[in-house]
């Protein structure tokens, strides 16, 4: 999760949006959420992609599983089952989509209003982590 982390956070520092130190928090924490869920409910290898869309910075996570996650309040005793609840605290949007690997699953955030001109790659993604969600049980994160 810590690779995925910090190849999320300079994607994005490197497009220069202007997105403040905290907003990057966000990213991290957010990242990590989703794609500890990947790994741990698929148990195989999991993909992480960023964009800019135009306003909002997209984290996408395809796993090889077809179960959709869902938030749930878990209980005061309970040691997991918070991370979609940060997610939909912290994120602008976030959801998941099927793919024929399996499944995304994304969120957005927007960079503060005081943001910078953005250096993006032409197609406006930048795959962080291409794990091989073809072969299960290898995971990269």
Known sequence: MGVARRRVAAAVRGWRLGLAEDRLDDLRLLTSELVTNALAGSGAACAVCVRWTGARVRVEVTDASRQRPRAQAPGAEDESGRGLLL???????????????????????????????????????EPVLPGRISRPLRATA
């Open 87 to 125: 997610v939909e605290a912290l994120a602008v949007a976030w959801g998941t989509e099927p793919h024929p690997a399996g499944k995304v699953v994304w969120f957005e955030i927007e960079p503060h209003p005081a943001g910078a001109s953005a250096r993006v790659p032409a197609n406006g993604a």
